[in-house]
């Protein structure tokens, strides 16, 4: 209290004036302190395993491949609830027909490719699932996938 008392009458301001020993030395082990904390940190991060945790995908992921999120390329069409086509016969019996390129696809691969949300909007059956679908397949392939849960 006494010191408290001292520091604000400024009967101690010597003792952190500028460029003072005292001030100095303070500076110093402040930036020693930094300096250990985030050398601390970064020991931490590295020690870890970079896992999505269960309670991330508890309920949003379509199926986890033991704690990780399955691949955009590895993940069914029906999976991504792309809806089959009314009176459509696949003579190759796969689930889906092949693919329809639409006038809009370079659209889409653009807008994907800049990042962000990307919003489709059109009439029911038009066959917007499908196009971002396999827009999202031909872009990123690689990268992990992780549905919003309907």
């Known amino acids: 209290m006494a010191v408290v008392a001292a520091l604000r009458l400024g009967w101690l301001s010597w003792l952190v004036a500028d460029g003072g020993a005292v001030r100095r030395t303070l500076e110093a082990l402040s930036w020693l302190a930094a300096v250990v904390a985030v050398g601390f940190s970064v020991v931490e991060l590295r020690r870890r395993k970079p896992v999505v945790s269960q309670s991330v995908c508890a309920g949003r992921a379509l199926h986890l491949d033991g704690d990780r999120l ?81």
């Open 70 to 150: 399955p691949k955009v390329a590895d993940v069914s069409l029906l999976a991504l609830r792309v809806k089959r086509a009314v009176d459509t016969f696949d003579p190759e019996g796969r689930d889906l027909p092949r693919y329809v390129p639409r006038d809009r696809d370079e659209d889409l691969e653009w807008a994907i490719a800049s990042g962000g949300l990307v919003l489709l909007h059109g009439r029911a059956a038009a066959g917007k699932s499908r196009a971002a679908a396999e827009a999202v397949r031909r872009l990123r392939p690689g990268h992990d996938w992780l549905p919003r849960r309907v």
